[in-house]
């Protein structure tokens, strides 16, 4: 197994959305709720972009109605804002350093998380050496095309959950995205489930992959992925 203590973050590089004035990318609660979990539980957490580079914020998610206490800290902490610009492209990661993967959300991951070669390298190396995969809502979209030794996808037959379609409709922004999360999963051959009342904290653990609905459920996943470090390893390449 690889370093137990390091966690990859993933963050989108997108930032424009097809027809809107204003700016998508990482929905920051996203990772910094994950981050406040992680390091509290000792994890060490790097972060990486498809293309390496700045990270940007998704004017929304730095609203009044989503920017706590605990998050607008990040925005003020020079270091952390200075990661956010400089982040390692996803060709330059060594995956056998990194004990779990976790992509964070945001819409800017529709459009460069699905289709970015190198993440999913980086996926499937962990995940078959034995890591946790884990994601959170839009992030869940990296997942789509993550294969297992079989060439199956590996989402097939899992348990997983992701930014609903109702949710997008209820965003208002159903028509700006590539795709619909949820019935990309189903298609893939997922066992999609979801909340009964949208945005509200929704988890879903199936073996070593871990997936978050919303943002609201940021806090949670980062204590499941916390959980599954701390049980024995699952080494064999395609185990539960």
């Known amino acids: ?33 994950f981050l406040d979990v992680v ?20 004017e929304r998610s730095l609203g009044w109605l989503y920017l706590n206490s605990e998050t607008r800290k990040y925005l003020k902490n020079p270091a952390f804002m200075s990661s956010l610009k400089n982040t390692k492209a996803a060709t330059d990661v060594d995956p056998t350093d990194y004990a779990a993967i976790y992509y964070a959300g945001g819409h800017g991951t529709m459009w460069d998380f699905r289709d970015s070669a190198a993440l999913r390298n980086l996926g499937e190396r962990i995940y078959r ?17 993550l294969q297992d030794r079989n060439g199956r996808p ?28 949820e019935d990309e999963l189903i298609a893939k051959g997922a066992r999609y489930s979801k909340a009964l009342l949208p945005f509200t904290s929704f988890v879903v653990v199936d073996g070593r992959i871990a997936t978050g609905q919303n943002p609201g459920s ?4 980062a204590k499941a992925v916390v959980k599954l470090l701390g049980e024995p390893a699952l080494v064999k390449e395609g185990s539960p």
């Open 218 to 221: 940021s806090k949670a996943i």
């Open 129 to 145: 050496q034995g890591g946790v995969v884990s994601a959170v809502c839009h992030g869940v979209a990296a997942l789509l095309d």
């Open 39 to 58: 390091d509290a539980a000792g994890y060490e957490a790097d972060f990486v972009s498809p293309g390496g580079g700045p990270v940007p914020l998704d």
């Open 154 to 181: 590996l989402v097939a037959g899992r348990k997983v959950t992701g930014f609903s379609t109702r949710e997008e409709w209820l965003s208002g922004l159903k028509g700006q995205v590539p795709f619909l999360l």
């Open 1 to 33: 197994m690889p370093d137990r203590a390091r966690i990859l973050v993933v963050l989108t590089n997108h930032s424009a959305y097809p027809s809107r004035p204003d700016k998508t990318g990482l929905w920051l609660a996203e990772l910094t709720h």
